[in-house]
């Protein structure tokens, strides 16, 4: 099977992907180059340079990134700093057809069952009002590539049309460092279209890497990068789905860390 270039820039395809005008999102535009961006302390975990502007398609129209507070992630009392595994392009975030998708970080550090671990999930604007958050000592997981599911454990499923901000928050110093250092942090966006023509498409294609490929074209970053990831993490991936894998992180812009790095796993929310 050829597998996706990822020099090539795809277009969208028009009029499939959803996004109700309708929708009061505080939005906000990066200034400046990404020469300028590269200057911001996130940059060193994306290519610096033409390729950030390769490889993958336009959010649809009318789609732009809600307010967060970093676009990439802050250190705090760890070694390293954990990144938000969302493409430069789309500005910290991406959208999903899934009510309970997959969120992906890089952790460059092992997580140890005696840090203190914080999810944060919060919509923004909208007809609801979601304000998940909830804190707990991590499992032991290598460090890398680890997913946190949405939709358990009272994890709200997301809803069509909203925007939702997502953080993940790591004291290294454990709970007694809570209020008394900074956590190392990450975040990002996400928001919930509707694509019936891609869902039909998508249940007629058993092969993962051309169900990531059709979410990329599309610009369902959180679904393409989900159906390989998952995939990985079972007995019968293949080199195919690794090298599909890596060739989605290089469209995003990630740096060869990210790109090259292990998925440690999935991460449950417990239940509060």
Known sequence: MTQPSHLLVLPVLAGLVSVPSSLHIPWRVHAGSPKAWASQPHSIHYQIGETLSKGLPELPPGTSSPETNS???S???CSEKPFALTPYIYDAGG?????SPTLWFHSPFPLTADMWFKFE???VDGAIDVDFEHSF???TMAEGVIGIPLGTNQLPNLEVGQAYTWKVLIYCGGEAAVGQSSPAMTEGWIIRTENLALENQVAGTPDPVEVSTLYRD???WYDALSIL???ILT???TSATQTAWSALLMDGGFADEIINAPISGILHIPTP
Not at 95 to 99: H, K, R, V, Y
């Open 75 to 77: 250190r705090g009392d």
């Open 229 to 231: 990831g998952n995939e």
């Open 218 to 220: 599309s610009a369902i």
């Open 121 to 123: 999930l919060e919509s």
């Open 71 to 73: 676009g990439g992630g």
């Open 137 to 139: 000592p991590p499992p």
């Open 95 to 99: 959208l999903t057809l899934s009510a």
């Open 235 to 237: 007995d019968i991936s």
